[in-house]
Structure formats: C-alpha cells, structure tokens
C-alpha cells in the first residue's frame, strides 16, 4: 500500500463517527491511508508502521514512542494530552497536537449548568418534587447568584468562554493562570489574582486546567483549607487536577457546600466511589465536551494536524505544556523534506 499510514491507537466507539465520513477525505487529500486497529495488539504491531497516529485514551508512554520510529505527528482527539507522554515524543522528533478549539462552548456551558445546579440546588429540589413534597425550606440557604464571586483556575479558551458567561449572571470574576498574560484577563472582564487570593476569596470555584504534574492534586486539603465556608467547586477539566478524598472531607466539614464533577481521578468512576454517595456532588459522565457538532469539529480538526505533518508543515496546533520544544521535530522532518 502506498502512501503513508495513519494508525487510529484504539478502536473508537459512539459518540465518534464511526464511518469517519468527515475524516476519510482530509486523509485521501494527503494520499494518506487510515488504519483502524482492531485490539492492543493490533496496535502494538502497527506502531513501527506509523506515519501518523491519531489518538484518543490509550497511553503512549516512553516505550510506545521509542516503537514509533517513522512517525511524524501524534494528533489527539480533543484538549488534554496527558495520557501521552509529549517530552518524550518532542525527544524524539514527533510532534503532538491536539485540538484547542474544539468543544470550547460545550464544556463552557456544562460548566456553567453545574454551577447553576449547584448554587441554586436543583437535585435537592427535584427530590421534593418527586417525593410528593412541596417548599423550598428544608434546602435553605439558597443565596442570590450576582454579585458573588465566581474564581477561574485557567483562563485559557475554555476558562475564558466560562468567564463571559458568568458575566452576563452578574457575577464577579477573578482568575488566576500563570502562562496568560495580562492582556486576556482584561479582554474577557477578569480581574487577575494570585491562586491563594482566589481560593480565599472566591464563592464558587471553577477549575479549567490541563492536568500536569504542576496541577495534579492542585486542589488538595490544604487549598481546601483556605477556602470560604460554603464554597463550590466545578472541575469540568482533568479528574486528578482534585484530590478526591480531600474534597469528600471538605463536604463534611461544610467548607464546600456543593460540587459539580464531570471528571474523576478514575473513569468511569467505580460503583463504590464515595463521591456517588453524597446528594451535594453532581455527577456527570465526562460529557462536558459533547454535542453533536462538537464531535465533527474533533475528528475533523485532529485529522488536519495530521495532514500538516504529512505534508511537511509545522502542525498549527501543536500542545503548548510548560518546557516542551519542538525544535527537535522540526529540524527531523525539514532535513527529510
């Protein structure tokens, strides 16, 4: 078969097309042949083969990259890269990519439904309703929406997308994020702050960072301590970004009054997970980046990183993490050009 060979890592099911309609001709564009791996072994033969990898939840470590010696791009499904291990693939020369702009406002608007189910307690007063009970009492306080203040962990698109939302609430917006420079926290009407300045301020806290090891476990027991009574706490971003048996100590206490999580440290979250026991935590199954056009824009956009690669272009959407350089990739595939 000539051509180069992209290599799908994993068999994809629903939501994915599973007919790759909106793929196949971007690929054929390139003259590249799509290659659907059928079991971890499949893939594990497939790997010295692979001109490109399209990838979606299966790790590729140290070890996988070091079988991909053709490879010039492994293009991610979606925002977070962090089950691939991307230093080791710019080491090697290969790029990897994402797509930041996909599902931007869905996970924008799942984070802001959260928060509203949250702050205005929908799951208690459903319970009511179903129960054949009437009122509004034995879930007080509820409290008025604007003019609390909403903190932003990660102002980047997503971050962002959630402030401008939460400003037509008429909430008051902070956030904090190192990596973004002053300009944006204007542009989008968020008042810049330290992380420790957010915590003790904030009324509700929504998380929007990539999980790393700078942000796995960020939001531990100590930050839990130096939070306000009654805060609320929506993790639409990476599940391990928030030590799980902390937060569940926080609900005890009465620091945190409510969450909202559609991401967990292990998914799908097992049966006999705590977090399934408290009626204060909404519970969502990594849904946040869905809908169906949203879908389209993931496939399609991954598969466009892959062409640039294959055509001897610098990917446009390469992962942006803290100390990684593609100089290395760069100068592979100029010298093979």
């Known amino acids: ?13 629903p939501p994915f097309d599973p007919q790759r309609a909106a793929e196949a001709p971007i690929l054929a564009a390139a003259g590249a042949h799509l290659h659907e791996v059928a079991s971890p072994e499949a893939w594990a033969d497939a790997m010295a083969r692979a001109d490109a990898v399209l990838h979606w939840r299966v790790p590729i470590g140290a070890e996988e990259i070091a079988r991909l010696n053709r490879c010039r791009v ?6 977070g890269v962090d089950r691939i291990e991307v230093a080791a693939a710019a080491a090697a020369g290969i790029y990897v990519t994402n797509v930041p702009r996909y599902g931007v406002d869905e996970v924008a608007d799942h984070a802001l439904t959260l928060l509203l189910a949250c702050a205005r307690k929908l799951h208690a007063l459903e319970g009511i309703v179903r129960d054949g009970a009437w009122g509004v009492q034995s879930v007080r306080p509820i409290g008025r929406l604007r003019g609390r203040t909403l903190g932003i962990i990660g102002l980047g698109n997503i971050g962002s997308a959630v402030a401008a939302r939460a400003l037509a609430f008429g909430l008051d917006v902070i956030a904090c994020d ?17 992380l420790a300045t957010l915590l003790s301020s904030s009324d509700y806290i929504s998380l929007h960072v990539p999980l790393t090891d700078e942000t796995r476990g960020l939001i531990d027991a100590a930050a839990f ?19 799980e048996a902390a937060l569940l100590e926080a609900l005890a206490d009465g620091v945190v009054a409510a969450a909202g999580l559609d991401v967990f440290a292990q998914e799908p979250l097992p049966l ?25 824009d993931m496939q399609v956009g991954a598969c466009r990183q892959v062409v640039e690669a294959l055509t001897g272009r610098r990917p446009t959407s390469l992962a942006a993490l803290p100390g990684i350089d593609w100089q290395r990739a760069d100068e592979r595939w100029r010298r093979d050009a």
């Open 1 to 13: 078969m000539n051509g180069p060979w992209c290599v799908l890592s994993e068999p994809l099911a």
């Open 74 to 79: 492994i293009a991610h499904y979606g925002v």
């Open 178 to 194: 190192p990596y973004v420079d002053s300009d944006r926290f204007a542009r989008v009407g968020a008042r810049q702050c330290t």
């Open 225 to 243: 301590s130096c939070m306000k009574q009654g805060v609320i706490v929506i993790n639409t971003a990476r599940g391990a970004v928030v030590d």
């Open 272 to 296: 006999d997970s705590p977090l399934r026991g408290d009626t204060r935590i909404v519970l969502t199954p990594h849904a946040a980046f869905f809908s169906e056009e949203s879908i389209i």
